[in-house]
């Protein structure tokens, strides 16, 4: 987006460059990404950083009120609140469209709010793997708050191990060896030197958790939460002894309830330029009649599963639990990344830390979406080059 930087860049690009990056990366940890990794990071110009920079600030705004998590109660699910939440999240990301603003330039639209940690390590891993590859001007960052790679990921320890023996914390997961963003785990095990534990595999006595690792029996006092409840729920084939509801004596890096706080359920309680209009459906008066200007979102859903973004009447009339659905304004993200065929449109996902007794969070690192089809992932996007996640490098702020 930064015109000199994307023509450089594409001028300079070669498929056989683009091969050696991808095989450097899956060499690094033996682990080769099941998603698209894009053959090009993107150069945020100094305005579009700002305005990310402002509507992360105004959303905070709202999240940070005292008032929050009464607002928020009843994101809660009935029968899966976990103990001792804390009083706010410790991780938080905005997704955030980019598009076209009216008047011949792009704005920010936010698309999700989510209190859950994202691919922290590998995002900061990638961005290296781009320098080292790629031509990036030296003086631009995919990072914040005047951090560099070493700084933040110094806090990222500091945050999810402090004072605990690393063996003793855990990133905990669902069979974690099968899920997409399995390398972010890796990635996190190798740098905080924690263990990746399934919930299977977490032992219980009392209050008392513990896992085993070479015939010994060590016990857990941290969780760095990587457990989706979508997914958990679904699970009953699982066998296991911990179950996140009961109580249990160990510190929450990430505590589970703030999965569903901080979610779509979030976002009619927003109000800014950078947020589409959104409404619970319960409390939706009269149907609008521009439907096709709408998308119908589930509350509880991961990876877009659920949304119906061609919506008509007929469509929410069905809806036999409308307190658990949102409507949305859509917006139209801006194709605005040229490539070697069609242009990319962009989706951003600002990155930020909470730290305990913190009054705010602030921004720390970015995640980067590039696409072609209707919506961001996977499915909407096969057969199709220059798509895929990637990160942003901007002038320090």
């Known amino acids: 987006m930064i015109s000199q930087l994307r023509q450089d860049f594409n001028s300079a690009f070669t498929d056989e460059k683009y091969t050696q990056f991808l095989d450097w990366v899956a060499d690094q940890y033996q682990y080769r990404t099941p998603f698209r990794i894009a053959e090009t990071p993107i150069f945020i110009p100094d305005k579009l950083r700002d305005q990310l920079m402002e509507a992360c600030e105004e959303m905070v705004d709202v999240i940070a009120k005292p008032d929050f998590q009464q607002r928020s ?19 938080l990301q905005f997704d955030f469209g980019i598009c076209e603003d009216g008047n011949g330039g792009y704005i920010p639209q936010l698309i999700e709010a989510q209190g859950f940690p994202s691919l922290y390590f ?32 110094a806090k990222l320890r500091e945050i999810i191990v402090g004072d605990c023996p690393p063996e003793q914390v855990i990133l905990l997961e669902v069979e974690p060896k099968k899920q997409t963003t399995a390398i ?12 990746i534990c399934c919930i299977s595999d977490v032992k219980k006595e009392g209050k008392d958790l513990f896992y085993i690792k070479d015939g010994r029996k060590i016990q857990i006092r941290r969780i760095f939460n990587r457990v989706i409840f979508d997914e958990l729920i679904k699970r009953d084939d699982l066998k296991r002894e911990f179950y996140l509801t009961q109580d249990a004596n160990v510190e929450w890096v ?64 069905s809806i036999a639990d409308p307190e658990n659905y949102i409507l949305q304004r859509k917006v139209t993200y801006a194709p605005i990344i040229p490539t070697a065929d069609d242009p990319a449109k962009l989706e ?32 909407y996007n096969k057969n199709k080059t220059w798509v895929g996640g990637s990160v942003g490098f901007s002038n320090p702020s």
Not at 188 to 195: Q, T
């Open 73 to 91: 109660e009843r994101a809660l699910l009935a029968g899966q609140t976990v103990p001792n939440e804390t009083p706010h999240t410790t991780f």
């Open 122 to 153: 590998f995002q900061d891993f990638l961005a290296g793997a781009y320098r080292q590859f790629f031509d990036i001007p030296e003086e631009m960052t995919h990072l914040f708050h005047g951090l560099d790679s070493a700084a933040y990921l």
């Open 184 to 195: 972010d785990f890796i990635v996190a095990e190798k740098v905080l030197g924690i263990e």
């Open 254 to 317: 990430g505590h589970p309830n703030w999965f569903f706080r901080i979610s779509k359920h979030t976002l009619p309680l927003l109000k800014s330029k950078y947020v589409p209009h959104s409404l619970y459906l319960n409390e939706v008066d009269q149907i609008p009649e521009d439907l096709h200007n709408y998308v119908l979102k589930p509350l509880y859903s991961f990876a877009g599963t659920g949304v119906i973004i061609n919506l008509n009447k007929f469509d929410i009339e």
């Open 348 to 379: 951003i996902r600002m990155m930020l830390l909470w730290e305990k007794n913190a009054p705010r969070p602030y921004l720390v690192n970015n995640l980067v979406r590039l696409s072609k089809g209707a919506m961001v992932g996977v499915r």
